[in-house]
């Protein structure tokens, strides 16, 4: 069975530039997280899917961070304009069983974004 | 806010030494669940706990939940080199929302 997807494994920017990323999750999962970690810290929830529809997305910074889940399946993170502090680790999960606090959650490798 | 605080942030030890990573909250939890994660990697699952006082062991892993579902522990036997990485926990509540510790970074060495 095919893992979660994710790219770019890496990217730099310059601040004030913007950076997309993409992801595939495991087919038939139904629920979708973009994580945001910084180095040495625990991941922090950025925006969770149920198929196509947002649960969650109050930590979402949306003046700079969009996010969508066009048909259910991919996913892509927008950062537009990027600041330092957005430099971090961006990590897709998605996970089968819902809610999940129950279900175990599978993800990426991660996108690792540094913004000079 | 749910916040889940891990302790300690860093552990360095030799290897077959003994060692306890705490995770706790002043919130309850319905479910507790601790993840490692390697560098480059993204976190793998290694248990989930869902009853107060429940305890789960893995190899030589050992997991608690606290009876009042708020805390949590991990225990480590004769911890190997295999054994490095990053360890956080993660607390499941009503919602659909997983909310993921500060995590402790263990090194161990041969």
């Known amino acids: 069975e095919a893992g979660v997807a994710q790219s770019p494994r890496y990217k730099i920017i310059e601040k004030r530039q913007s950076v997309a990323f993409w992801c595939n999750p495991i087919?038939?999962?139904?629920?979708l997280y973009w994580y945001q970690q910084i180095l040495g810290q625990g991941p922090k929830l950025l925006i969770q899917?149920?198929?196509?529809?947002?649960?969650?997305d109050s930590q979402l910074p949306k003046d700079r961070f969009s996010a969508e889940r066009l048909k259910g399946v991919d996913s892509t993170l927008k950062i537009q304009p990027a600041k330092l502090e957005d430099s971090a680790v961006y990590l897709c999960?998605?996970?089968?069983?819902?809610?999940?606090?129950?279900?175990?959650?599978?993800f990426g490798e991660g996108s690792r974004l540094t913004v000079l | 806010t749910q916040l889940l605080e891990q302790s300690p942030q860093f552990l360095s030890i030799q290897e077959g030494e003994n060692l306890t990573v705490y995770c706790n909250s002043s919130?309850?939890?319905?479910?507790l669940q601790w993840y490692r994660q390697e560098p480059g990697e993204g976190p793998v699952l290694l248990v989930t706990?869902?009853?107060?006082?429940e305890v789960k062991k893995l190899k030589r892993l050992t997991f608690q939940f606290g009876d009042a579902r708020k805390d949590s522990s991990l225990h480590i036997t004769a911890a190997q080199p295999g054994d490095t990485g990053l360890y956080l926990c993660?607390?499941?509540?009503?919602?659909?929302?997983?909310?993921f510790g500060t995590g402790t970074r263990l090194q161990v060495f041969p």
């Open positions: 999960a998605s996970s089968f069983r819902r809610p999940a606090n129950t279900g175990e959650l599978f």
């Open positions: 087919s038939g999962h139904a629920t």
């Open positions: 899917f149920q198929n196509n529809g947002v649960v969650d």
């Open positions: 919130s309850v939890f319905s479910s």
């Open positions: 706990v869902v009853t107060g006082g």
């Open positions: 993660a607390g499941g509540g009503n919602t659909d929302k997983l909310i």
